[in-house]
Nanobody
Framework: QVQLVESGGGLVQAGGSLRLSCAAS????????MGWFRQVPGKEREIVAT????????YYADSVKGRFTISRDVAKNTVYLQMNSLKPEDTAVYYC????????????WGQGTQVTVSS
């Protein structure tokens, strides 16, 4: 059974940093792309960053470029999202997700972790 378990969310002041972790288990992810998404109540879920498990190619939404860094630890089967220079508009529930790299739709989702940035 595939599981994606996020951790690391919390409350931080504007300008601060947080690191989210996504522990993946239940299958081999070498042919997968991992993504971080976020959602605010009443708004659509938006993509934040993605990383191709094999090779490490990354993508970032314009809103987080230069502030967030996605990475993965192959040995630990864990994906990270380092978030620096946080802004109040980064407040959201952050979700980890996985899809086969050759597919468009994300197949597996975590339960989400709340990030709140105070001004």
């Amino acid at each position: 059974q595939v599981q994606l378990v996020e951790s690391g969310g919390g409350l931080v002041q504007a300008g601060g940093s947080l690191r989210l972790s996504c522990a993946a288990s239940g299958r081999t992810f070498s042919s997968y792309t991992m993504g971080w998404f976020r959602q605010v109540p009443g708004k659509e879920r938006e993509i934040v960053a993605t990383i191709v498990w094999s090779g490490g190619r990354t993508y970032y939404a314009d809103s987080v470029k230069g502030r967030f860094t996605i990475s993965r630890d192959v040995a630990k089967n864990t994906v990270y999202l380092q978030m620096n220079s946080l802004k109040p508009e980064d407040t959201a529930v952050y979700y980890c997700a996985a899809r086969p790299t050759s597919f468009r739709n994300y197949e597996y989702w975590g339960q989400g972790t709340q990030v709140t940035v105070s001004s």
